[in-house]
């Protein structure tokens, strides 16, 4: 079945050491975003990339980047993660320009922070 | 900025019963879409509607586009035990790549 795949599901990270989560797509969508999510919060949209066009959220913080090395592959990087950005961290994706709300969601990637 | 008001918060249900929440806003939206997010899952896409007016079902779940764009209703016919979840609502943002979330519905099944 075409889906997105996010690993790992659960990742611990000490306060101020860098960490990446990692998101794959078989839907061969041209868009990819990368979402957080806190508990019983909405989703909070970090950025997003249009093929290898990067679009960042004006209040993402500066400790959260994303590569996308290629059409099936997204990583969220955040180097210095302190407590506050614990959270599930949502990969979702849309097929191109004309369906761009309608996105697809991996099953996240809950981070911990100690 | 653009705003959704999602109702209920909360519901307690009882197996077969069935379900109705809404989405409102003071903003006109051109599109609307329903998720459900089960513990520990991403969200999945439901429902999405693009005409005002428009009905439109998934199985048990009916959604609706209200006539002035400014609100939308998903229904669920006798509930089931997999029903339980949080439902949220999402329209079109300022962009046409960004949605604006509802704070969701959280579905409960009573005992």
């Known amino acids: 079945d075409a889906m997105v795949i996010q690993n790992p599901r659960y990742q611990v990270t000490q306060f101020g050491k860098p960490v990446t989560l990692s998101c794959s797509q078989t839907?061969?969508?041209?868009?990819m975003y990368w979402y957080q999510q806190k508990s019983s919060q909405a989703p909070k949209l970090l950025f997003h990339?249009?093929?290898?066009?990067?679009?960042n959220e004006a209040d993402t913080p500066d400790n959260f980047q994303s590569r996308r090395p290629n059409t099936s592959f997204c990583f969220l990087d955040i180097r210095s993660p302190g407590l506050g950005d614990a959270a599930m961290y949502l990969c979702?994706?849309?097929?191109?320009?004309?369906?761009?709300?309608?996105?697809?969601f991996g099953p996240g990637t809950r981070l911990t922070v100690t | 900025g653009q705003q959704l008001n999602q109702s209920p918060q909360s519901m307690f249900i009882q197996e077969g019963e069935d379900v109705s929440m809404n989405c409102t806003s003071s903003s006109i939206f051109n599109t609307w879409l329903w998720y459900k997010q089960e513990p520990g899952e991403g969200p999945v896409l439901l429902i999405a509607?693009?005409?005002a007016g428009e009905l439109t079902s998934n199985g048990r779940l009916t959604a609706q586009f209200g006539i002035t764009r400014k609100d939308s209703f998903l229904n669920i016919s006798a509930s089931i035990p997999s029903d339980v979840g949080i439902y949220f609502c999402?329209?079109?943002?300022?962009?046409?790549?960004?949605?604006?979330w509802g704070a969701g519905t959280k579905l409960i099944i009573k005992p």
């Open positions: 979702a994706t849309s097929r191109d320009r004309d369906s761009l709300l309608e996105q697809y």
């Open positions: 999402a329209g079109d943002g300022d962009s046409n790549y960004q949605l604006i």
């Open positions: 509607l693009y005409k």
């Open positions: 990339y249009y093929d290898k066009d990067f679009n």
């Open positions: 839907l061969n969508h041209n868009v």
